[in-house]
Nanobody
Framework: VQLQASGGGLVQPGGSLRLSCAAS????????MGWFRQAPGKEREFVAA????????WYADSVKGRFTISRDNAKNTVYLQMNSLMPEDTAVYSC?????????????????WGQGTLVTVSS
């Protein structure tokens, strides 16, 4: 599976961005897509996850109510809509595929990773 993340950039506090993660190379079937982020000097942290089939989603408490994860199966793409952005959301955001098929927050369970896209929230 190859993953290509895009959509990062510089945005002012309170602004919005939409990240995309395009997947190719393998039928994703019952897998789970996740978004993670890593700020400078910090460990990678879970942001959100969605199964490739089904309506369940899962969010980190820090982004719940502000971020929305969604997918377009026809385009093999997962999105992360980020609203009400705050400076503490500044990080490199990466998408990943978990082959276990469960909504998991531990990055160790995710096998395939995209290259990451930088989101900077600053005035």
């Amino acid at each position: 599976v190859q993953l290509q993340a895009s959509g990062g950039g510089l945005v002012q506090p309170g602004g919005s961005l939409r990240l995309s993660c395009a997947a190719s190379g393998r039928t994703l079937g019952y897998y789970v897509m996740g978004w993670f982020r890593q700020a400078p000097g910090k460990e990678r942290e879970f942001v959100a996850a969605i199964p490739w089939a089904g309506d369940n989603t899962w969010y980190a408490d820090s982004v719940k109510g502000r971020f929305t994860i969604s997918r377009d199966n026809a385009k093999n793409t997962v999105y992360l809509q980020m609203n009400s952005l705050m400076p503490e959301d500044t990080a490199v955001y990466s998408c990943a595929v978990n082959l276990i098929g469960q909504l998991l927050a531990d990055p160790a369970y995710y096998r395939y990773w995209g290259q990451g896209t930088l989101v900077t929230v600053s005035s």
